[in-house]
């Protein structure tokens, strides 16, 4: 039965991959037939030329924006575990800053980085701020959602063993909202590379955000390309992660 579903699996991903792939082709082929300028439109080659030529640059600017997406993405999880524990534990808090922080989600990235980089400065600071404020919110709400949401027979099953506000939290609700947490963790490690690429665009002098705003002045858009396909690849990355550490944590529910 498990090698059914294995090869279901393979199967089912081959399909995506054999689309993308005649996609390159179909790329390939017109821009060569029709004689595309590559600062038009630079074919597939071009592009993963790029990853050769000008590797010890790409490479040095993407270390950059990993150092950043990884510090921020950190810190957006402890605060959102802290915030997430105060507002179980002292409900005046979540009445007071949740409506805040879900107002403040509204407020387009590229109005707030541009202040960031006024107030904080071309360094890595304002971009880990960046990415901290852009990932915080989908693991916080993903969490307080799982606290909330536990079944209320467990919640009386512990009222009646006279279990803490503490204990219960510890033994019940933190376990239980484990599952919406890393789903939180999922959308948000989706956006961590992102928001630290955005952030250098406005306002940096190192990372791939820099780079690409370099090479599109320099219509070397087959650059831009490249520097895209890592953004993508490394969101794939982090996402990849943290569903394996999430299969590690919650193996005992499966």
């Known amino acids: 039965m498990t090698n059914l579903k294995t090869i279901d699996k393979i199967k089912n991903s081959l399909y995506p991959i054999a689309t993308f792939l005649l996609i390159l082709v179909i790329w390939q082929f017109a821009v060569d037939g029709c004689n595309i300028p590559q600062y038009i439109l630079p074919s597939p080659t071009d592009i993963i030329g790029v990853f050769f030529k000008d590797y010890q640059n790409l490479s040095?600017?993407?270390?950059v924006t990993l150092k950043e997406a990884i510090i921020g993405f950190v810190v957006a999880i402890l605060i959102s575990l802290l915030m997430g524990i105060a507002m179980d534990f002292v409900p005046i808090f979540k009445k007071c800053f949740y409506p805040i922080m879900l107002v403040s989600q509204t407020i387009p990235t590229i109005t707030i980085a541009p202040l960031l980089v006024i107030w904080f400065g071309f360094e890595t600071l304002p971009k880990i701020i960046m990415v901290t404020m852009t990932c915080f919110f989908p693991i916080l709400i993903s969490f307080v959602?799982?606290?909330?949401?536990i079944d209320k027979d467990y919640l009386n099953l512990f009222k009646?063993?006279?279990s803490g506000k503490l204990s219960t939290f510890i033994h019940l609700k933190f376990p239980m909202a484990m599952d919406k947490f890393f789903s939180g963790l999922k959308i948000s490690a989706t956006y961590a590379v992102m928001a630290a690429?955005?952030?250098?665009?406005?306002g940096g002098t190192e990372g791939l955000g820099?780079?690409?705003?370099r090479s599109k002045s320099a219509y070397a858009l087959d650059k831009v390309f490249a520097s895209t396909i890592l953004v993508v690849i490394f969101s794939l990355v982090f996402v990849?992660?943290?569903?394996a550490i999430r299969k590690i944590a919650l193996r005992h529910n499966e």
């Open 240 to 243: 990849g992660i943290i569903q």
């Open 210 to 213: 820099v780079y690409m705003v």
């Open 160 to 162: 009646t063993m006279n």
């Open 145 to 149: 959602d799982g606290i909330e949401n």
């Open 60 to 63: 040095m600017h993407t270390i």
């Open 197 to 202: 690429t955005v952030a250098e665009w406005l």
